[in-house]
């Protein structure tokens, strides 16, 4: 289902950031903060960018979407139900006994998901052998690559990105989540990542920096990555974590718990309230 207007993509984002505040509430466990900034990024790349079919999600030639950064999994199953793969209603088994709806996305348990993951820093380096594969086999098809700017602190991330750029990855958009958290405080403060876009064009990539907010950059950013050739496309996305909730964002303490049941009240109606401001807007075509 591709959405012609950003009025309707902002609607969709809404509606999944309302999801992951109910399937996290019921939970009551997993991650709020991240989850809640990528809405918008995911809302992009299921509806307007990425080429699949929820009834075949074993297309050889569908585009592939890596999550690296496994425990933000409410807002891919959201945005995945929403998309037609599974029911809405099965998102509130989140974290339940026996629930294919893991605290990280598993393989074998969900159509539409291309990797399990847990461990961060491994998902640039699948995204990598999917790639040399489509490569191999003379696909079109295109992988994208959701990644965590905490797990550039690990060195698997960066053998991965010489990888990639070794072998002249065109078919790879990795997006780095650049949200500025991690559980234990700010990333600059951990451990400094300076500035990633200047590193990876260090590297050999091609780096585009955006607002992780802003519909139109966004796109402009895919298409960008799309016309690249000879080289793999990072965007870097700066975010804020716990976007539309006001008590949530910019703070890290979010990362990693879920909401009360009084907090997310507060939140679904914060919720309703930028829901409203959306509508009154103009449809903003973007045909």
Same mark, same amino acid.
């Given at each position: 289902m591709k959405l012609k207007y950003i009025k309707e993509l902002k609607l969709m984002a809404n509606t999944i950031r309302q999801d992951c505040i109910r399937m996290l509430a019921a939970a009551q466990s997993g991650h709020s903060a991240g989850p809640l900034g990528l809405a918008d990024?995911?809302?992009?790349?299921?509806?307007?960018? /990425?080429?699949?079919? +929820?009834? &075949?999600?074993? #297309?050889?030639?569908?585009?592939?979407?890596?999550?690296?950064? *496994?425990?933000?999994?409410?807002?891919?199953?959201?945005?995945?139900?929403?998309?037609?793969?599974?029911?809405?209603?099965?998102?509130?088994?989140?974290?339940?006994?026996?629930?294919? /709806?893991?605290?990280? +996305?598993? &393989?074998?348990? #969900?159509p539409g998901i291309e990797n399990s993951?847990?461990?961060? *820093?491994?998902?640039?380096?699948?995204?990598?052998?999917?790639?040399?594969?489509?490569?191999?086999?003379?696909?079109?098809?295109?992988?994208?690559?959701?990644?965590?700017?905490?797990?550039?602190?690990?060195?698997?991330?960066?053998?991965?990105?010489?990888?990639?750029?070794k072998h002249k990855l065109d078919n790879l958009v990795a997006i780095c989540d650049r949200n500025f958290i991690q559980i234990d405080g700010n990333t600059e403060e951990i451990m400094p990542l300076g500035d990633l876009a200047q590193k990876y064009r260090a590297f050999g990539w091609h780096a585009i920096s955006v607002n992780g907010h802003d519909y139109k950059a966004i796109m402009h950013a895919l298409e960008e990555a799309r016309k690249t050739k000879g080289k793999p496309t990072m965007i870097i996305a700066e975010t804020t974590p716990g976007k539309g909730v006001s008590f949530m964002e910019n703070k890290y303490q979010w990362h990693g718990i879920p909401p009360k049941p009084e907090e997310a009240g507060k939140a679904l109606a914060e919720l309703d309230e930028e829901r409203a401001r959306i509508m009154k807007e103009e449809d903003g075509s973007i045909q």
């Open positions: 990024i995911f809302t992009i790349l299921y509806f307007r960018e /990425m080429n699949y079919d +929820p009834a &075949k999600p074993e #297309l050889p030639d569908r585009d592939r979407f890596v999550l690296s950064n *496994g425990h933000v999994a409410p807002v891919l199953y959201a945005t995945m139900a929403r998309a037609g793969y599974f029911d809405i209603k099965e998102t509130l088994t989140l974290r339940k006994l026996g629930s294919r /709806m893991q605290g990280h +996305p598993s &393989k074998a348990y #969900l993951s847990g461990p961060l *820093g491994e998902g640039l380096a699948i995204a990598c052998g999917i790639c040399l594969a489509g490569k191999l086999d003379s696909k079109n098809y295109r992988v994208y690559c959701m990644t965590s700017d905490g797990e550039h602190q690990e060195g698997s991330t960066w053998e991965a990105v010489m990888l990639a750029a």
